[in-house]
């Protein structure tokens, strides 16, 4: 059965650092992998999906790396401001069209 | 912009009611999904639903139960509420079961069963 698995669960980091993300997965016969940000009390917004067969993707600030063979997906994170401060939640689907296994996040706080 | 709406951001209950939470999204999206959300548990499935009057079992479908009438709307519904069902409940859609598609959230429903 897929877990993924996200570390650390809570950072804490000053304005203008630049940080990563982690998050580990059991199976690495994935389909894709999603990055998504949760605001306390709200809803997920996505912010990146990786294919299995990409290596990365890029938003803004945001870039998230996938190695399927390791197990791993990274979400780097430059120049963080403190409003990047919220819950950060990978999730990998290994079917086409199925549901989304989480991890359970890490929760960032970015001070300034 | 997809949109997903929930129908009640906070909700109160009485153990034995029946609680309805409403899902409509406007994209013409095929599959539909309701997660919960619980401290130290991370999200969950409960059910999902493919197509119109399709419904499959998540990981947690005990005291659940789901109707898909109409290919914007999913319907989750608790039987009778009980207390450990207090948890906030999200609904999300992704187009196509065949591609590969990002899964778009709804708010969230906050419910309370007292």
């Known amino acids: 059965k897929q877990e993924v698995t996200q570390i650390p669960a809570a950072l804490s980091v000053p304005e203008g650092e630049n940080l990563v993300l982690n998050c580990s997965f059991t199976?690495?016969?994935?389909?894709?992998l999603q990055w998504f940000r949760q605001d306390p009390g709200k809803g997920l917004t996505s912010l990146l999906l990786?294919?299995?067969?990409?290596r990365e993707q890029t938003s803004g600030r945001l870039n998230a790396s996938l190695d399927k063979s390791s197990g791993r997906s990274t979400l780097y994170i430059a120049a963080s401001q403190p409003g990047d401060s919220a819950t950060y939640l990978c999730?990998?689907?290994?079917?086409?069209?199925?549901?989304?296994?989480f991890g359970k996040g890490t929760t960032l706080s970015v001070s300034s | 912009d997809v949109k997903v709406t929930q129908s009640s951001r906070y909700l109160v209950k009485r153990t034995g009611e029946k609680v309805f939470l409403e899902c409509v999204q406007d994209?013409?999206?095929?599959?539909m999904f309701w997660y919960r959300q619980d401290p130290g548990l991370g999200l969950r499935l409960i059910y999902f639903?493919?197509?119109?009057?399709?419904?499959e079992k998540g990981d947690i479908p005990e005291g659940y139960s789901v109707s898909r009438e109409k290919k914007e709307r999913f319907s989750l519904i608790l039987e009778s509420a009980s207390t450990n069902q207090t948890s906030m409940y999200l609904c999300?859609?992704?187009?196509?079961?065949?591609?590969?598609?990002?899964?778009?959230f709804g708010p969230g429903t906050r419910l309370t069963v007292t």
């Open positions: 999300a859609s992704r187009p196509d079961r065949v591609k590969s598609y990002e899964q778009y």
């Open positions: 994209m013409d999206h095929e599959n």
């Open positions: 990786i294919q299995s067969s990409q």
């Open positions: 639903s493919y197509d119109v009057k399709m419904k």
């Open positions: 999730a990998v689907s290994n079917q086409a069209g199925t549901a989304l296994i």
């Open positions: 199976d690495s016969a994935i389909y894709n």
